[in-house]
């Protein structure tokens, strides 16, 4: 798909990830896009205007007047001009600012009189990401109706590992496509309940039976669904990670039961329903209501299954209905993915194994086969779960008439 001809405006905040701004607008440019550019004044500690001019093939935009202040730089003619406003990278200085109306450089005056869409790119090291004041303006920014482009996680300025890192490059020029109507408009307004995290199922007050699971590779699918159009519920089992898109509904629950009752208000009306949580097959047939004690050396619990919830929707599924499973396996993985396509009448499964290195749980990224109805099967390479998310909701869109 291409962009050709529409007008973008890349906004480039301080940050050390500015270097990646030249790259956005050298894809942009190759796309065919009008580019114009706005820097702040600590942007230029990082790359410089000219680079940036350069690439873009305008004058690069860094304060109210030009350089001998015999012009000005008009910001409401900036903000009219643009089809769609990048700003990328976002910093949590600028992103304060854009939240409360601070309106004390080119950048932000270009913003508030933009009637275009609005996507930002924050980067920051992941204390920062992770302050209340950021969390704040981030869900600010997104009231406003301004839509948010991900953080990484990955390797940070600061030698950390975690969230913060902004989204590359050629991840930005997707979802810009996707703005302009390009591509990927096909959950435009489908209704998509997601499953995501563990399940806890009580032993007693104190201890359960769970797994390892994050809910990231569900909150990831969750985000991009939102930013592809989509209404998404997310139905989330106990985990620290949430979503930072404001539009998504979510749903907490503990027990397999719990989700399971949760995502059953939701199955008539939904249109897609993605069961990527890693749900608790059995549970305690007799939770104590009290801590047990430790009084004798050996200890057995009862175990009962818990109820399927992929199972139980595909019994009911209509035929305008859409439905996607998850399995993780040790051994005999494709056979086994293959066997829960037919048994839980899905539309396909996307298959981890944990013999692939980098996937599974705890893991910034994932490696994925999608096994479908048809027993096709498709290999992918080892990614973030970011861009897994496309990947995933990229083949789904191919079953949407």
Known sequence: MSIRGKNVLVGVCGSIAAYKSAFIIRLLIKEGAEVRVIMTANAQDFITPL???????????????????????????LGLWADVFLIA????????????GICDNLLVATYLSARCPVYFAPS?????????????NIEKLISYGNKIISVNEGELASGLIGPGRMAEPEEIISILKKELGEEGTLLKNKKVVI??????????????????STGKM???????????????????????????IGSIKVINVVSAEQMYEAFQQHTAQLDIAIFSAAVADYKPENPATQKIKKKTDDFQIQLVKTIDIAAEFGKIKKPNQLSVGFALETENETDNASKKVTNKNLEFVVLNSLNDKGAGFRHPTNKITIVDKQNKITNFELKTKESVAEDILDYLESYIK
């Open 195 to 212: 499953t995501a995290g563990p399940t806890y199922e009580a032993i007693d007050p104190v201890r359960f039976v769970g797994n390892h």
């Open 51 to 77: 680079t940036l001019a350069t690439l873009s093939k305008n004058e690069c935009n860094t304060a109210f007047t030009n350089a001998t202040k015999t012009d000005w730089n008009n910001h409401v003619e």
């Open 124 to 136: 920051m090291d992941e204390d920062m990401w992770k302050h209340g004041s950021t969390v704040a």
């Open 89 to 100: 990278p976002l910093s949590a200085g600028t992103l304060a600012k854009l939240a409360n």
């Open 218 to 244: 569900g909150i990831c699918l969750a985000e991009l669904a939102a930013k592809r159009g989509a209404d998404v519920v997310l139905i989330l089992g106990p985990t620290l990670l949430k979503p930072i």
